[in-house]
């Protein structure tokens, strides 16, 4: 819950909003750092989860890397403090421009996903005269029981290389002479909560790195990319990830070779409840066999329920009448925007504030100008 103290501060400012609780995103990065340091992974912050300018400097100087997937992400962690030396730029489809860029600040690696895309990187490396640092992004074929919008590590997925690609990439590689290979990729899927996941993961991952040293190739990084997923219905409860159960199983499964690096690249986990987008009730309307609560702000602030059907605890901020059930809907004209049907909140009423939890991965940045509606503006905790 939203703290008392907090609600009449921010109950002025105009709505709909993102709000950031520093408190929690300063404690989750610091548990995350806690975990991870016992074992000396890396993490790389995914960008695309947030980019807010103010959370990127926090995370940048907790010592994180970042794992970009465009150009603008690669320019905007460079900008935010994260140093080239740790920024990975992966992506099924980057462009020559993007790529160059890339290659320009020397980066740490760029994660590639064909044989066409090692040509392409072996050929603008030699223009540009310096030697390129991959990685394979591998599809090791682990089901990540999430929703399959945001499953990433199955044979019938875009992303990556296939085992049976594996002689043709390597034959490749020998005969390219300014990429040097320096990790395996592995990304499987997003909000992941189930743990024995990561365990089918790491076997997998053990069993393909295996295979690449017996060809002779001992790379410097492992990467099992992101994916641990956070408690959307107990955002309070819960607003910190079990990373140490996390980093435990890697801990106990995974089979690192010589000097090879353990690489993480979460998003979710870091920022998801550090934020909540504040709304207010336009109108509360009844209907056949239910009560709409329609709300300021829409499927374009955050689209992740219409897009994945995905629930996120909403909680009316303001009243504290007989609880009621409601349909929390938006203005935009689709049917799909709508945040939560049948929510349990106290009676409401125009003006009410409603906060619709754990939004702060994948709210902000996936926002659009949808109906020409404006962009939510977000608020710090630390600064009102
Ligand atoms: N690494 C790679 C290569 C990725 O593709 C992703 C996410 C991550 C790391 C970070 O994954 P995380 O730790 O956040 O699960 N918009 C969707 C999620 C899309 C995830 C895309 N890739 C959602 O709102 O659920």
Redesign the pocket.
């Given at each position: 819950m939203i703290k008392t103290d907090i609600i009449e501060k921010i109950r002025q400012i105009h709505t709909p909003f993102y709000y950031y609780n520093m408190e929690v995103l300063n404690a989750t990065i610091g548990r995350c750092t806690l975990e991870a340091g016992r074992y000396g992974y890396r993490m790389h912050y995914?960008l695309?989860?947030n980019s807010n300018p103010k959370i990127l400097k926090i995370i940048s100087s907790a010592g994180f890397g970042a794992?970009c997937?465009s150009g603008n992400e690669v320019k905007s962690a460079l900008e935010h403090g994260f140093q080239a030396g740790k920024i990975m730029f992966?992506g099924v489809g980057k462009t020559d421009d993007e790529l160059r860029l890339a290659l320009n600040h020397g980066i740490q690696s760029i994660?590639v996903e064909s044989v066409q895309e090692m040509e392409v990187i072996n050929s603008l490396a030699s223009e540009m005269g310096v030697k390129a640092r991959i990685s394979l992004?591998i599809i090791p074929n682990v089901d990540a029981h999430t929703?399959r919008?945001?499953t990433?590590g199955l044979e019938e997925n875009k992303?990556g290389i296939l085992t049976w690609q594996f002689d043709a990439v390597l034959e490749k590689l020998r005969s390219l002479d300014n990429l040097e290979l320096q990790g395996l990729?592995f990304?499987i899927?997003?909000?992941?909560t189930d743990l024995a996941v990561f365990k089918s993961l790491c076997e997998r991952v053990n069993e393909i790195n295996t295979w690449f040293m017996e060809q002779g190739y001992l790379t410097d990084i492992i990467n099992v990319?992101?994916?641990?997923?956070v408690d959307y219905s107990e955002p309070d409860k819960c607003s910190i990830p079990d990373f140490a159960a996390y980093f435990g199983v890697f801990h106990d499964l995974i089979e690192l070779q010589g000097h090879q690096q353990l690489h993480f690249?979460?998003?979710?986990?870091i920022v998801a409840q550090c934020g909540s987008l504040i709304t207010r009730v336009l109108f509360v309307k009844e209907a056949v066999n239910t009560r709409f609560a329609i709300v300021d702000a829409g499927m374009n602030d955050l689209i992740?329920p219409a897009?994945?059907q995905?629930y996120h605890k909403i909680e009316n901020l303001t009243s504290t009448g007989e609880k009621r059930k409601y349909d929390v809907v938006g203005p935009v004209c689709e049917s799909s925007d709508c945040f939560g049907k049948a929510v349990v909140m106290p009676e409401t009423r125009r003006g009410d504030l409603i906060a619709i939890r754990s939004a702060g991965?994948?709210g902000q940045t996936?926002a659009s100008r949808y109906n020409l509606r404006d962009l939510a503006g977000e608020v710090y905790s630390d600064e009102i």
């Amino acid at each position: 819950m939203i703290k008392t103290d907090i609600i009449e501060k921010i109950r002025q400012i105009h709505t709909p909003f993102y709000y950031y609780n520093m408190e929690v995103l300063n404690a989750t990065i610091g548990r995350c750092t806690l975990e991870a340091g016992r074992y000396g992974y890396r993490m790389h912050y995914a960008l695309k989860a947030n980019s807010n300018p103010k959370i990127l400097k926090i995370i940048s100087s907790a010592g994180f890397g970042a794992d970009c997937v465009s150009g603008n992400e690669v320019k905007s962690a460079l900008e935010h403090g994260f140093q080239a030396g740790k920024i990975m730029f992966a992506g099924v489809g980057k462009t020559d421009d993007e790529l160059r860029l890339a290659l320009n600040h020397g980066i740490q690696s760029i994660n590639v996903e064909s044989v066409q895309e090692m040509e392409v990187i072996n050929s603008l490396a030699s223009e540009m005269g310096v030697k390129a640092r991959i990685s394979l992004r591998i599809i090791p074929n682990v089901d990540a029981h999430t929703h399959r919008y945001i499953t990433t590590g199955l044979e019938e997925n875009k992303f990556g290389i296939l085992t049976w690609q594996f002689d043709a990439v390597l034959e490749k590689l020998r005969s390219l002479d300014n990429l040097e290979l320096q990790g395996l990729h592995f990304h499987i899927g997003s909000q992941i909560t189930d743990l024995a996941v990561f365990k089918s993961l790491c076997e997998r991952v053990n069993e393909i790195n295996t295979w690449f040293m017996e060809q002779g190739y001992l790379t410097d990084i492992i990467n099992v990319g992101g994916g641990l997923g956070v408690d959307y219905s107990e955002p309070d409860k819960c607003s910190i990830p079990d990373f140490a159960a996390y980093f435990g199983v890697f801990h106990d499964l995974i089979e690192l070779q010589g000097h090879q690096q353990l690489h993480f690249e979460p998003g979710r986990a870091i920022v998801a409840q550090c934020g909540s987008l504040i709304t207010r009730v336009l109108f509360v309307k009844e209907a056949v066999n239910t009560r709409f609560a329609i709300v300021d702000a829409g499927m374009n602030d955050l689209i992740r329920p219409a897009l994945y059907q995905s629930y996120h605890k909403i909680e009316n901020l303001t009243s504290t009448g007989e609880k009621r059930k409601y349909d929390v809907v938006g203005p935009v004209c689709e049917s799909s925007d709508c945040f939560g049907k049948a929510v349990v909140m106290p009676e409401t009423r125009r003006g009410d504030l409603i906060a619709i939890r754990s939004a702060g991965a994948y709210g902000q940045t996936m926002a659009s100008r949808y109906n020409l509606r404006d962009l939510a503006g977000e608020v710090y905790s630390d600064e009102i």
